[in-house]
């Protein structure tokens, strides 16, 4: 009897990608699929794997082992295939050689992304099958059958999975790993050199071998009928919204999707003369209803159901009484159960963060501050409200620029300040760094803040080019000033942010500096490196109740009423606090002490 095993989305597909013989795993690290690459990691030394510096570069990695004939499995966050566009695009012109899959965790609801965009239009975009896992089983299936396809169709697969089903559990059954040897490149420059005349014929490749896949969806046995007798009703539905359908039962037949491009049209077409109505519950865009409609073939689908957020099952249960589908199972709301009580808790920065002072005298400054994207994207939130714009990774940058030239055409120079961590300037900040140099008018006011806390800390701490000095085992040892030095920049201070008032005045005297220079913090990640110190305490005899600490805003401190005290004093959680001292160092009387 076959084995089974509790797994998670994520380690489901680094399951299919180990026993489909797997070679090669690359990954910029992002939520839902970050916990994928780490299981290959640890689980399956058998296959290389990498967390690149970014998305793109970890495709362009994908790539050259695909091109050579290996098992490739390359993965990110649905906008890390915005990064990844460029390569992507023209890579799907090849022939794909060795199996390919891009593995594309979306967000629907936006759970922890900056947006929701919908990757099944960027694979149709750029002319790939579509797989849609439904449960972790089929998040392993589907992997071995995305290495498959990508085999015979010669082109490379999305496997395209939401951030619930990443997470969520489901029993997997187990089987052995597929030996695949590594054939080597072959030399092909038509099939591998894109530029004209080579990239005429690959445009029709492209469609050739969609409407070809598309012939054969019956064989693959990868779409299912489930029909009702006596239904009006044809739902057609995939991913989890499948899953929260049939637990409504509804009164209905139901077409699974495995497959969500191509599309099985002509089934469909045949099934639809045999419905009254054809209904498609899909979340986000309506990308298969289009596809439906655009076939001449009639259906309705987001007249019902949002084209934003998670379909859950109530959701769904709201859409189908609206379409006039009854079902068999309705929710039951619970009555009479007790109210839960639990206290409502904004995001902020771990006890003894290293970003909390920058921000702490960024908010004192009053600047314009433009952010990025990490941990410190917490600053934008009440209470901080520092961060005055996010838009994506390593934009900060870029955009500071534009800013100040609007701003000096506008007659003014007014001080602005980006904000980037170590993670994301890596990533893709350093182009947007070097771009300041150009066209720079040295009185421009631009202060660069790099808060290099040796980690990507805000996707669990993964290791990145600063994280060697912390023993993070990351071998690559970038020297972040003399990096910057490098690219011709001259005016660099190296900052221990818990020296406030050092660290305050340097930041004060560089964002009034009228000209460009960059502060580079050096404190390391709290939460990553595990860092406590021994903890402070308040002397309510001593504090005067000015609230400077409480503004800092770590999470151990809090004013409370001490017995004998007329009032309120503030206290320090000794079992929260670790020990950093910024509090103490903002305290006016030096009520607050080590112990
Ligand atoms: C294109 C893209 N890829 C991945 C992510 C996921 N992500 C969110 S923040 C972040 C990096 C954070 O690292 P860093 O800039 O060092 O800041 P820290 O969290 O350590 O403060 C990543 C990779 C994303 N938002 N966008
Ligand atoms: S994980 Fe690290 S960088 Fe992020 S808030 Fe916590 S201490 Fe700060
Ligand atoms: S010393 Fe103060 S600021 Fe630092 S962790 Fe403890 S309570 Fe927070
Ligand atoms: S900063 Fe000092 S004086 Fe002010 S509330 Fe905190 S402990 Fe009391």
Redesign the pocket.
Known sequence: MKKSQMMTGNQAIARGFYEAGGHVAAS????PTVEMLEEIKHQYPEIYAEFSV??KVALEVGIGSSMTGARTLVS??H??V??AADPLMTFTETKTKGGFVLMSGDDPGMA???NEQDNRIFAQFANMPVLDPSDSQEAKDFTKLGIEISETYMTPVMLRITSRLCHGRGLVTIDDRETHDIKGFEKSPSDYGMIPPNTFDKQYHMKERIEKLQSDLEQLNVNHYEAVSGAKTLIITSGLAYQNTMELKPNASILKLGIVFPLPMSWIRTLSTQYEKILVIEEMTPFIENQIKLAGISCEGKAFFPFTGELDIEVIEKGLAEAGVSVGNPTVMPVGLPEENVMGRLPMFCAGCP?RPVFDILKKSKNTVIG??????MGILFPLEVLDSII??GASLGMIKGMKKAQRLSGKNEPLVAV??????Y??GMTGMMNLLHQLDPSDNMTIVI?N?G?????G??P?A?SSPYGDGSDMHIDMPKLIETMGFDRIKVVDQFDYKETKRVMDEEMKHEGLSVVITTRP?ALRYKIKEPHFYVDPTICIGCRSCVKTNCPPIHMKAYEGIEKLKSSIDPTLCVGCSVCSQVCPVGAIKRS
């Open positions: 910029y690290p992002g939520s970014n998305e990110m966050k906008v890390g915005n990064v922890s992304s900056q970003h990025d994207i990490g941990c410190y994207s994506s990774m980037i961590g170590d993670g994301t300037f990533h893709s808060l806390n980690t990507t800390a805000m996707t701490g993964q990145n600063s990640c």
